[in-house]
């Protein structure tokens, strides 16, 4: 994964709900920040392909279909690469 | 919530594969600890309802359909409780 364009793409893109550090400032949105990479990519993916319905999910069906499947794995990456709880 | 019921569930069902920690030990499932609440109950009832498929959403779909919605708010007030990274 290309850690620089995941980065790129989570401050951009990501960081608005999740946090820049991964830590979410709303509380029925998830932190990110430290979460399994192989997790990510999957929970992202399911997204994109409207698997994952219900709560606040037609928000990700949206943002992960702007994703392309590099772009998934480098922010997949990123968030994983960040201290969980944001420290 | 009631976070001893929440620790005896958490510890007897969740644990197998989110750790007793909170940690996953298996790189396709989510840590747990230090979760935002409000996101887990609405991730737990979005598997009992089974909005959630794609990738191993059929093991938690299973799972969720075991848990009362007091159980749920039990379990994700104790792993919210726990601390991010199992630290």
Redesign the interface.
């Given at each position: 994964a290309d850690m620089a364009a995941g980065k790129a793409k989570a401050t951009s893109v990501c960081a608005a709900c999740h946090g820049q550090n991964g830590v979410?400032q709303i509380?029925?949105?998830?932190?990110l920040?430290?979460?399994?990479?192989?997790?990510l990519v999957?929970?992202l993916?399911?997204y994109k392909?409207k698997?994952?319905?219900?709560?606040?999910?037609a928000i990700m069906q949206g943002q992960a279909a702007a994703l392309s499947d590099e772009d998934i794995a480098n922010v997949a990456a990123y968030f994983s690469s960040l201290?969980?709880?944001?420290?």
């Open positions: 979410a509380p029925t949105y998830p932190n920040a430290g979460q399994n990479e192989q997790y999957m929970a993916k399911a392909n698997q994952r319905t219900g709560g606040q999910a201290p969980a709880g944001g420290k």
